[in-house]
């Protein structure tokens, strides 16, 4: 039988809330870095969607809307519009009459609020380096659909 004292040290106390601490301090950072990327795959998924409702909506115009409200107001195209998970509404831009091209993109993970712009000829021109978007023209970098 072994007769020695019970319980922990207070070194071996100390010993191991230093090791919780560290390990805390560990997940910490990738815990957020985590949520940014749940953030950027919900705007990409949410972003498929409203491409698809322009897309139906223009097959049944023959035009691009001019603004996403205008998906909203017509039931048959979408119910209600995501809203942007970094920001609060997702942007959108078309190019000038006859309408041919469009950009819908999110603020990214920096909430850089520059507006996007789109030519004539689909040439997206990004407001920030981080926002993430779809387009049926040319994408201005690999955050880009």
Excluded: H
């Amino acid at each position: 039988m072994f007769k020695g004292k019970k319980g922990f040290t207070l070194i071996e106390l100390l010993i191991v809330m230093a090791v919780i601490a560290v390990l805390i301090g560990i997940a910490i950072p990738s815990f957020r870095g985590m949520q940014n990327e749940a953030k950027r795959a919900k705007a990409q998924g949410d972003l498929r969607v409203v491409k698809m409702a322009i897309e139906a909506y223009n097959a049944k115009y023959s035009a691009y809307p001019t603004d996403l409200s205008t998906l909203e107001s017509e039931a048959t195209v979408i119910q209600k519009l995501p809203t942007d998970p970094f920001g609060t509404t997702y942007g959108y831009a078309v190019d000038a009459s006859p309408a041919n091209y469009y950009a819908i993109w999110s603020v990214g993970p920096d909430n850089t609020t520059a507006l996007c712009t789109i030519d004539t000829a689909g040439k997206v021109t990004a407001g920030g380096d981080t926002q993430i978007g779809t387009t049926n023209g040319t994408p201005p970098n690999s955050n880009w659909q």
